[in-house]
């Protein structure tokens, strides 16, 4: 069965993974006014009671690789998201790559031919792609579409509105479920681990 699979990326996927640095160590290598911006996203942001026990439930390992951008104020408003993911989900092993830092893994995440970050792409334990998304979600795209200030990316000065957090927060949520389900019924993976 294991013959049927194939990544044409996955050595990539494994080595820019092992490359890739955790939540501290890739704020410690970073500009301090950058940092702090995150720390500060990171304690507003949360999870509901719900959310914590539906990621708490995942059975699955996924290997979470985001390309990022310390200074990108998109990156500063979801990674926290991220981290909080991956502390409520044990199966979740979240790591950073700097865009600026890996031209090869950002030219292969372009979205809509564009440097864009985050991207966010959900890896199985064997490093098979199960899914990418970058750089926005839906309300966030919806938001930007109903206001069209101008900017491309916002500074993360002003964090968002509860309720708009809330919602991003129970986007990725709902998207890494999606890949969790994806895993979970994944033939290859039940017969691995006999479930």
Request: net charge negative; with cysteine; hydrophobic share 45%.
């Amino acid at each position: 069965m294991a013959g049927d699979y194939l990544d044409v990326n996955q050595a990539l996927w494994r080595n820019a993974f092992e490359a890739a640095f955790g939540w501290n160590a890739y704020l410690q290598r970073s500009d301090i006014k950058h940092a702090e911006r995150w720390q500060r996203a990171y304690e507003g942001t949360s999870l509901t009671e719900a959310q914590r026990t539906l990621l708490a439930g995942f059975k699955r390992r996924i290997n979470l690789l985001v390309l990022s951008g310390v200074w990108c104020g998109d990156c500063v408003r979801q990674g926290p998201i991220f981290q909080r993911l991956a502390e409520a989900a044990p199966g979740i092993v979240l790591r950073f790559a700097e865009r600026d830092e890996d031209a090869g893994l950002t030219d292969l995440l372009r979205v809509n031919g564009a440097k864009k970050v985050p991207v966010a792409v959900f890896l199985s334990e064997d490093f098979y792609e199960v899914q990418r998304f970058g750089d926005r979600t839906l309300s966030i795209y919806r938001a930007k579409a109903s206001r069209e200030l101008g900017a491309a990316c916002a500074t993360g000065l002003v964090p968002p509105e509860p309720e708009a957090l809330a919602i991003e927060v129970d986007e990725w949520v709902g998207i890494a479920e999606r890949v969790e389900l994806i895993l979970r019924t994944a033939p290859l993976l039940r017969a691995r681990h006999a479930d």
